[in-house]
């Protein structure tokens, strides 16, 4: 059973930086497109970021792009984040989804396995 632990999360001000770290086990990491979600208090969980199985595509929402870079490695996938803004304050997830399932991250209700998620807050 494929299993993810997010962390890196914490308190950021504006213009900050953080970086998030998705652990995973229990499976070989090639084998699964990871993505990034997000939610916000009284807001619909939304996709952030996505990063093939094989780390050859990539993709991020428009609010995101620019300022967010998703990168894996054997056993880690990341999520850098420069530029915060208030409004990407949220809990944030990764998840992943078996390459026999899907060739790229689904939306939320798709994805397979998910993590406990971490809280991103930009304040000053």
């Known amino acids: 059973q494929l299993q993810l632990v997010e962390s890196g999360g914490g308190l950021v001000q504006p213009g900050g930086s953080l970086r998030l770290s998705c652990a995973v086990s229990?499976?070989?990491?090639?084998?699964?497109?990871i993505g990034w979600f997000r939610q916000a208090p009284g807001k619909q969980r939304e996709g952030v970021s996505c990063?093939?199985?094989?780390?050859?595509s990539t993709s991020y929402a428009d609010s995101v792009k620019g300022r967010f870079t998703i990168s894996r490695d054997n056993y880690m996938v990341n999520l850098q984040m420069d530029s915060l803004k208030p409004e990407d304050t949220a809990v944030y997830y990764c998840?992943?989804?078996?390459?026999?399932?899907?060739?790229?991250?689904?939306?939320?209700?798709?994805?397979?396995?998910w993590g406990k998620g971490t809280l991103v807050t930009v304040s000053s």
């Open positions: 998840a992943a989804v078996h390459l026999t399932v899907a060739t790229f991250c689904l939306p939320a209700d798709g994805m397979r396995f």
């Open positions: 990063i093939s199985s094989s780390g050859s």
């Open positions: 229990g499976a070989a990491l090639d084998y699964y497109n």
